[in-house]
């Protein structure tokens, strides 16, 4: 592992820091424009189907919450700032959306014009939403680190900050799309299409899409921005490489392929969610798991220089770099010395990464991180339970993990069973 | 006064690339696309395939509107013109009843800003028997009809509108091209 791949930040992003860059009020003020477009499309449809636009707008932003969780986990170790967290969600849910409305139709439209109306039925939006759609969102990131460039400091960074872009497009859009089927149910101001959509868009397809794809364009652009060790043409064409996998993984999961080939049914609708959808997420896991590991690896190995077992020791150098491996240590904290162990222990890691990162910055202040290791410490060992390190799997989290899991596929197969199987 | 250092030029200078793409995504390509002209013409003598296996004839002089009209295997929307006069037909899975259809388009006819639905809903029939509803409604500075059919799990749903002058001279033509829509008996 090189100093290459990660290029950590010399400080945060406060807002304050933020303007006095001269991009930051030109994004700002695409954001304002974006805010005024979707709070007028907003105001139309909570002033036709008030009930139902509150409903999408609740159902969907409880779903952003999980969503937002595990893409801010994605950084542990080098966690990004919230404000930048907010302006990328912003962007996808402000700007990229309401320059996608106009421009999608309109290259629809174009397609229906300069080939035929059959062609525009069957691959319109094949063709259109993830051109226009991907290039919006890409252009969220870029927006970020010409905004706080020294914040792209990883290829994981680029897709925590595209997965963010994605999440804010693909909320507001599920939003957008429940109240439209309101509209076209002509049933009044019914919940019912919303939860339908909140079913189908939300809950069945919502893993493989903007977050998804958001995620592989903002690696790439996490690429060309911090391995400055390689040429600029490698860095370009691994941009465009990415860009070009979201805009793949985009259309073949808007392509009419596979539409009629597997018939009717919930066994069908899954085949078909499996073979469109599962290819591009195993792909871009893989991805995000190696640029993760990759980041983790350097941080963990800038700790692990410090040869001081107060700080961290060998078994919690192993532990530090994976989420599984953390949350693990947390519970058997849990287990052996109760809520405040747990707690203990979580406040432990966080200080042990935060302590990392000023490492990786050779910076001097590293007291009031060590402090707090020492702190966290010396409660772990009042409680008898000194080390954070995973323990011995529990029968009691087997059974837990197989109960979601049967609970998980359960909820599925009764979406599947209601939206394609009836 | 304070100079700009190169570093901030640069920086402003990317800004106005990102500014300049969104603008060529939510300006540009309308503007392309309003450019090129969106109607052909459509022959009156052969049934057009609207989508999901239904058919109509369209009227003598009528253009189609490539870019609302959408064949499908499942759904369909064809939307023809006669001048100013707009004449369009969706075709979409339904599992309910005529009157139920009929109910549905007339509310989201009415959930449109100053639309009203005028006058009771009357029977129709096209020439293969098709049964259906039509109806009449106003909308700011224009008139419509709408008229709609559920046969093979399917709804039909016409709707025509126009200025009055316009609407009266072809909506005889436009009947008649109503009277024609079939379906391929295929439940679906």
């Known amino acids: ?422 | 006064m304070a100079r700009i250092t190169r570093r901030e030029l640069m920086n402003l200078l990317g800004a106005f690339g990102v500014v300049a793409t969104l603008a060529g995504l939510a300006l540009g390509l309308p503007a392309i696309d309003r450019a090129l002209p969106g109607e052909r013409p459509v022959s009156a003598d052969e049934p057009y395939p609207i989508g999901a296996g239904v058919t109509v004839v369209p009227p003598l002089g009528a253009t189609l509107d490539v870019t609302v009209t959408r064949p499908g295997g499942t759904t369909g929307t064809a939307l023809f013109r006669l001048g100013g006069v707009q004449y369009k037909i969706a075709v979409r899975p339904f599992d309910g009843d005529l009157r139920s259809a009929g109910s549905s388009l007339r509310q989201r006819i009415t959930a449109n800003p100053g639309y009203q639905v005028t006058g009771p809903q009357l029977e129709i029939a096209t020439a293969d028997g098709l049964a259906g509803l039509q109806g009449g409604y106003t909308a700011p500075g224009r008139s419509g009809r709408y008229a709609v059919f559920v046969a093979d799990g399917l709804t039909i749903e016409v709707t025509i509108s126009g200025v009055d002058l316009d609407l009266g001279r072809t909506l005889p033509q436009i009947e008649a091209s109503t009277r024609t829509l079939r379906t391929d008996g295929r439940e679906r």
């Open chain 1, 1 to 422: 592992m090189t100093a290459a791949a990660v290029r950590p930040a010399q400080g945060g992003a406060r807002i304050s820091a933020l303007a006095r860059v001269p991009a930051f009020w030109v994004v700002a003020a695409l954001l304002l424009a974006g805010a005024v477009r979707m709070a007028q499309i907003a105001g139309r449809l909570a002033s036709a189907y008030p009930i139902a636009t509150v409903a999408a707008v609740l159902l969907f932003a409880l779903l952003a919450v999980p969503f937002w969780l595990v893409v801010a986990e994605l950084d542990f170790l080098e966690r990004e700032p919230l404000e930048l967290l907010v302006l990328a969600f912003a962007w996808g849910g402000l700007v990229a959306t309401s320059v996608s409305i106009p421009a999608s139709t309109a290259l629809e439209d174009l397609v229906a014009k300069l080939g035929s109306p059959h062609l525009a039925a069957d691959w319109g939006a094949a063709l259109a939403a993830p051109s226009v759609e991907e290039t919006a969102k890409t252009l969220g990131v870029v927006a970020i680190v010409l905004v706080a460039r020294t914040q792209v400091n990883s290829v994981l960074d680029g897709v925590v900050y595209g997965a963010m872009v994605g999440l804010g497009f693909q909320i507001v859009e599920d939003i957008v799309f429940a109240v439209g089927a309101v509209a076209l149910a002509g049933q009044g101001d019914q919940v019912q299409p919303v939860i339908a959509t909140f079913l189908l868009r939300g809950f069945l397809s919502g893993v493989w899409s903007h977050t998804l794809f958001g995620a592989l364009a903002g690696a790439g652009i996490g690429y060309l921005v911090v391995r400055r060790d390689r040429r600029p043409a490698h860095r370009v064409g691994a941009a465009l490489l990415a860009f070009l996998g979201a805009w793949a993984s985009h259309v073949l999961w808007n392509s009419p392929l596979l539409g009629d080939g597997l018939g009717n049914g919930a066994l069908a609708l899954l085949g078909i969610l499996l073979l469109k959808g599962l290819p591009p997420l195993l792909l871009i896991l893989w991805l995000v798991r190696r640029a993760h590991d990759r980041e983790a690896d350097y941080y963990v190995g800038r700790l692990g220089t410090l040869r001081d077992p107060e700080l961290i020791t060998e078994g919690e150098l192993g532990v530090l770099g994976s989420g599984a491996a953390r949350a693990a240590a947390r519970r058997y904290a849990g287990q052996q010395a109760g809520h405040a162990g747990r707690r203990a222990v979580r406040r432990l890691q966080r200080a042990q990464a935060r302590l990392a990162v000023e490492l990786s910055r050779a910076s001097k202040e590293t007291g009031a991180n060590c402090d707090e290791i020492r702190v966290q410490r010396k409660t772990l060992r009042g409680l008898g339970h000194p080390e954070a390190i995973a323990g011995p799997r529990s029968w009691r989290h087997t059974a837990s993990t197989i109960v979601t899991t049967v609970v998980a596929i359960a909820v599925l197969w009764v979406a599947l069973s209601a939206l394609g199987g009836a």
